[in-house]
């Protein structure tokens, strides 16, 4: 059941349009986890052109693992932020779907 009316803490964007989600986040905490994710790009495509070099294939398997974890560190970050404010709000307003889907969220992340 939804109580918009009782709702705290969602900053309604000025073109009205919703976020994901009606909890908020830290801007500056978003903002380094997508450079995170652009570096890892980056890394990517490098590791893409180690391969068409023909670089030695230990090299490139070292390399995707480091992107491997720079990603997993990317989604660890996203999940904290996500307890501290989002879960937290559930929480607080009984949102037992949101915090549902986080869940399943988890075991997907963690597979
Ligand atoms: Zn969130």
Redesign the pocket.
């Known amino acids: 059941m939804e109580q918009t009316s009782s709702r705290q803490g969602g900053t309604p964007r000025e073109d009205g349009v919703q976020s994901p ?1 009606s ?1 908020t ?1 830290d801007p500056q905490e978003i903002r380094a986890i997508v450079n995170r994710l652009s570096r890892s790009i980056g890394h990517l495509e490098s590791v893409k052109k180690m391969l068409e070099d023909g670089k030695d294939c230990a090299d490139v398997l070292i390399q995707l693992s480091a992107v491997r974890s720079e990603i997993n560190n990317a989604g660890k970050l996203l999940l904290k932020e ?1 307890m501290e ?2 879960i937290v709000e559930a929480v607080e307003q009984n949102d037992t779907a949101s915090i549902e889907k986080m869940n399943k969220a988890i075991d997907m992340f963690m597979k």
Do not use: P, Q, W
């Open positions: 989600h909890h986040h996500h404010h989002c």
